[in-house]
């Protein structure tokens, strides 16, 4: 069973960044295999909703337009570790934020994706 466990959330003033990283483990977790890893975020009253992307064959990136520009995703070397490095944050960007996984090509749906972690707070105050 594949384990994702969230980190770095936390509360800021609007315009601060802030680091997120998902720690990615566990049996049968091959990190060789072609998936897709994304991070989504779910306000308070509103659905869940894909921010950012990065798909293992060649690091193809996708981000919400709501992002771009401002949040980075990436993968440690290791392929380990998801981060998303959020800068110049705004009060809606508060929300839990989760990373999954989905063996495959990439997918919005929340439904399409295998494996999630149990999510970080994200709060931003103006």
């Known amino acids: 069973q594949v384990q994702l466990v969230e980190s770095g959330g936390g509360s800021v003033q609007a315009g601060e960044s802030l680091r997120l990283a998902c720690a990615v483990s566990?049996?049968?977790?091959?990190?060789?295999?072609?998936?897709?890893m994304t991070w989504f975020r779910q306000a308070l009253g509103k659905e869940r909703e894909a921010v950012a992307s990065?798909?293992?064959?060649?690091?193809?990136?996708f981000y919400a337009a709501s992002v771009k520009g401002r949040f980075t995703i990436s993968q440690s070397e290791a392929k380990d570790t998801l981060f998303l490095q959020m800068n110049s944050l705004k009060p809606e960007d508060t929300a839990m934020y989760y990373c999954?996984?989905?063996?495959?090509?990439?997918?919005?749906?929340?439904?399409?994706?295998?494996?999630w972690g149990q999510g970080t707070q994200v709060t931003v105050s103006s």
């Open positions: 999954a996984k989905l063996t495959g090509w990439c997918s919005l749906r929340p439904q399409d994706f295998d494996f």
């Open positions: 990065i798909h293992t064959e060649g690091g193809t990136t």
């Open positions: 566990g049996y049968g977790y091959n990190k060789y295999a072609r998936y897709c």
